[in-house]
């Protein structure tokens, strides 16, 4: 992979983070943004949080599998990325309940953030590699 889009991965990953982490500490009450009516019979911030989580998947495979200098981690990217995933999106529930008094941890939203992460990985898991690997074949060219 192009040494350009190694550090293009590896900033991507930290903005990731950093806005993941704004989202679900940052106290929405104030903003007028209503997550609590139900679209579909599912409530809004569901969907919120399924949108939020979606991109881990993909951003972390590559951040493991192209940037890492770990052999290791890159030959288990895959499982390394569904844990981390599930412990990533686990530990911000635990940490509004624990931390924040104006956000409180809930279990659905745990499922709703797992039911992304386990399908970006499967995404990830068939189609990652070809992808890289026509998307790497194009640019060095």
């Not at 949080?49 to 951040?63: T, V």
Request: glycine share 6%; aromatic share 20%.
């Amino acid at each position: 992979m192009i040494k350009g889009a190694k550090i293009l991965i590896k900033i991507l990953f930290i903005i990731y983070i950093g806005m993941v982490l704004f989202f679900c500490f940052y106290k929405f009450s104030s903003t007028g943004v209503d997550l609590s009516k139900y679209f579909l019979g599912i409530r809004l911030d569901r969907y919120a949080h399924f949108i939020m989580f979606f991109p881990y998947p993909f951003i972390s495979w590559l951040y493991c599998r192209y940037t890492s200098s770990w052999r290791i981690i890159n030959r288990h990217a895959i499982i390394i990325t569904l844990i981390s995933g599930l412990a990533f999106a686990g530990l911000t529930e635990l940490f509004q309940d624990w931390f924040f008094q104006s956000r409180q941890g809930d279990v659905l939203d745990f499922a709703a953030d797992s039911t992304s992460i386990i399908i970006g990985t499967a995404i990830v898991s068939f189609a990652g590699h070809p992808i890289v690997s026509l998307i790497d074949s194009i640019f060095s060219k």
